[in-house]
T-cell receptor
Framework: EAGVAQSPRYKIIEKRQSVAFWCNPI?????LYWYQQILGQGPKLLIQ????????DSQLPKDRFSAERLKGVDSTLKIQPAKLEDSAVYLC??????????????FGDGTRLSIL | DAKTTQPNSMESNEEEPVHLPCNHS???????IHWYRQLPSQGPEYVIH???SNVNNRMASLAIAEDRKSSTLILHRATLRDAAVYYC?????????????FGQGTELSVKP
């Protein structure tokens, strides 16, 4: 099966600019996740969708980050305006689970964001 | 959220077995033990998970202590491709939306 697709692979912007990342999950996967991974750390969950509804966005800095999953398939994550501390890899993952949380999460290779 | 403790780094020789330890003394009855690994410049990859009994799959084996306060991921014959950061994660298996909370993981290096 095709994996989780993310684009772009790399992005360089200046601080205070805006940026958007796109994710196409594995076909049929109900749950979609966005993670932020700062260099040298493990990934941190930003937001979790089930179909097109938000399950958990407690770690999302809502003053500058937004995410949507229209039609319950593709998703976009936006940062506006970007800060230097947002430099990180943004990972998208998907899983089949719609109930108990034991289905594996399948990750894309991420978008590496550099803020100048 | 229950936490895990792993060594920061480990070394192994190619074609030898590798035992990656994980301590989780505050594990609850509904927590499953999940292992993911992350190769350089890639997203994390699911390896294995278990609740109480030891588990085997094509990638690895998971040995879980009888009191469930620790577990060990076993790679039976390490290859150069197994060099990665390995994350041991506790995940609530019975509540919808149980999070994956990644720690620092163990960076495994494999010598030829």
């Amino acid at each position: 099966e095709a994996g989780v697709a993310q684009s772009p692979r790399y992005k360089i912007i200046e601080k205070r600019q805006s940026v958007a990342f796109w994710c196409n999950p594995i076909s049929g996967h109900a749950t979609l996740y966005w993670y932020q991974q700062i260099l040298g750390q493990g990934p941190k969950l930003l937001i979790q969708f089930q179909n097109n509804g938000v399950v958990d966005d407690s770690q999302l800095p809502k003053d500058r980050f937004s995410a949507e999953r229209l039609k319950g398939v593709d998703s976009t994550l936006k940062i506006q305006p970007a800060k230097l501390e947002d430099s990180a890899v943004y990972l998208c993952a998907s899983s089949q689970e719609t109930g108990a949380s034991n289905q594996p999460q399948h990750f894309g290779d991420g978008t590496r964001l550099s803020i100048l | 959220d229950a936490k895990t403790t792993q060594p920061n780094s480990m070394e192994s020789n190619e074609e030898e077995p590798v035992h990656l330890p994980c301590n989780h003394s505050t594990i609850s009855g509904t927590d499953y033990i999940h292992w993911y690994r992350q190769l350089p410049s890639q997203g994390p990859e699911y390896v294995i998970h278990g609740l109480t009994s030891n588990v085997n799959n094509r990638m690895a084996s998971l040995a879980i202590a009888e009191d469930r306060k620790s577990s060990t991921l076993i790679l039976h014959r390490a290859t150069l491709r197994d060099a990665a950061v390995y994350y041991c994660i506790l995940r609530d298996g019975y509540n919808q939306g149980g999070k994956l909370i990644f720690g620092q993981g163990t960076e495994l290096s494999v010598k030829p």
